[in-house]
């Protein structure tokens, strides 16, 4: 069982609706969860934490958190052509030594 | 403020060769990290120091990989010798504190390794 799973995609959505991403971790211990941008060809850009149960939201980006089923998602509102990337889901593993592991990524494409 | 500086960009060898990168953090950060991107994967985490010390090497191939961050600034990753499945993109990061508590990870442009 891999310690972050992301659907690899790719995932098409149409310019203006929801963007949904997921992802599962294996560390039931994790406290810490992130989700990462990365345009092709760039590197990786922190673009959202959460570290409690719930929601977080910041502009048209919303993280959602269920530690009971070891579950984070990802939601961007009123998807623009600019959000075209892969997203990572990161978290922090706490056993053996404290590290930041990243999912594979899932990719995402809005379609103007 | 500069962000991570790593060079060479792109860099192609053959097999059994070896190729060193080099990054330079943002100034201030103790933390370095090198990670290893493959095509359509996630980072890997290869190497993690603490200042000059390291934190976590579990990951690196220690048989042909090695890392130093002399005086707790810049760093070196070392690949010697190189096999095919060593072809990826390896990432430097920095952070200001352990980095995990807010896990911002400010990235380097990256060094992509093709190896023949």
């Known amino acids: 069982q891999k310690e972050v799973e992301q659907n690899s995609g790719p995932l098409s959505v149409p310019e203006g609706a929801i963007a949904s991403l997921n992802c599962t971790y294996s560390d039931r211990g994790s406290q810490s969860f992130f989700w990462y941008r990365q345009y092709s060809g760039k590197s990786p850009e922190l673009i959202m934490f959460?570290?409690?149960?719930g929601d977080k939201e910041d502009g048209r980006f919303t993280a959602q958190l269920n530690k009971a089923s070891q579950y984070v998602s990802l939601l961007i509102r009123d998807s623009q052509p600019s959000d075209s990337a892969t997203y990572l889901c990161?978290?922090?593993?706490?056993?053996?030594?404290?590290?930041?592991?990243f999912g594979q990524g899932t990719r995402l494409t809005i379609n103007p | 403020e500069a962000g991570v500086a790593q060079s060479p960009r792109y860099k192609i060898i053959e097999k059994r060769q070896s190729v060193a990168f080099w990054c330079n953090p943002i100034s201030g950060h103790a933390t370095l990290y090198w990670y290893q991107q493959i095509l359509g994967q996630g980072p890997k985490l290869l190497i993690q120091f603490q200042n000059n010390g390291v934190v976590d090497d579990s990951q690196l191939p220690k048989d042909r990989f090695s890392a130093e961050r002399l005086k707790g600034v810049d760093s070196t990753l070392k690949i010697q010798p190189a096999k095919l499945e060593d072809s990826a993109v390896y990432l430097c990061a920095s952070s200001l504190d352990r980095g995990y508590g807010t896990g911002e990870l400010f990235f380097g442009e990256g060094s992509r390794l093709t190896v023949l």
């Open positions: 990161a978290v922090t593993r706490i056993q053996g030594a404290q590290k930041l592991v």
């Open positions: 959460i570290y409690s149960n």
